[in-house]
């Protein structure tokens, strides 16, 4: 039942819808076929950054072909603490597995804002050798770039807003969320 007392729900609301389920449905079938094609039947392993990649790794995974020798992996960075905006350091808080050596690595991420949080993995991934080692995003707000950074998979462009949902987090509240919403916008609890 949801509860009055909740200040996160009531009376204020709840995070507005920015990207409804079906849009990340066809974002991820879009993303998937895009890494099937360019794996064109090689092994690949996935590796997911912990939390906010949570589902989308998931949802990657169970859409490439059946026939794909598919791992996952994941990783644990932070960068932003429990703010609403990046310290700007990254900090490796769980590293992978499975070893990356030889292996056709693809770096799954939520989103990229000022990039220096996928320009880090692809540093630390790319010394350990993989055969081949690609970043999948779901969404990328690009004008907001401190790095340079090269993203081989883009699913939706995001604006410049704080976004919640699907895995994405503000003060680890409201990954649960089954669409991307914005922050700073509130609608009636459902
Ligand atoms: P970057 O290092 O600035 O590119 O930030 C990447 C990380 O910051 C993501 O993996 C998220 O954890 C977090 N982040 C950036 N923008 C947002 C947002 O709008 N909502 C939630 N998390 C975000």
């Known amino acids: 039942m949801a509860g009055t007392s909740n200040p996160d729900v009531t009376p204020g609301g709840v995070p507005a819808i920015l990207f409804d389920a079906s849009a990340i449905a066809d974002a991820v079938a879009r993303l998937a076929a895009a890494i099937a094609r ?12 912990l939390k906010g990649a949570l589902f989308l790794t998931a ?10 020798d598919v791992r996952i992996d994941f990783v644990t960075v932070s960068s932003y603490g429990n703010a609403a905006f990046s ?7 769980k590293d ?14 939520d989103i990229v804002d000022n ?7 692809q540093g630390l991934l790319g010394a350990r050798r993989p055969a081949t080692l690609r970043s999948c995003v779901l969404l990328d707000k690009p004008y907001r770039r401190l790095t340079p950074v090269a993203v081989d998979y883009t699913g939706l462009t995001a604006p410049d807003a704080f976004i919640v949902g699907y895995g994405l987090d503000y003060q680890e509240k409201y990954r649960h969320l089954p669409y991307l919403a914005r922050l700073e916008d509130r609608v009636s609890a459902g």
Do not use: C
């Open 38 to 49: 360019d794996l064109a039947g090689e092994p690949v392993t996935l590796i997911g950054v």
């Open 59 to 68: 949802d990657i995974a169970r859409a490439l072909p059946a026939k794909t």
């Open 87 to 93: 310290s700007g350091e990254v900090r490796l808080l």
């Open 96 to 109: 992978t597995t499975e070893s990356v050596e030889g292996k056709n690595v693809v770096i799954v991420e």
């Open 115 to 121: 990039g220096l949080t996928l320009a880090y993995l």
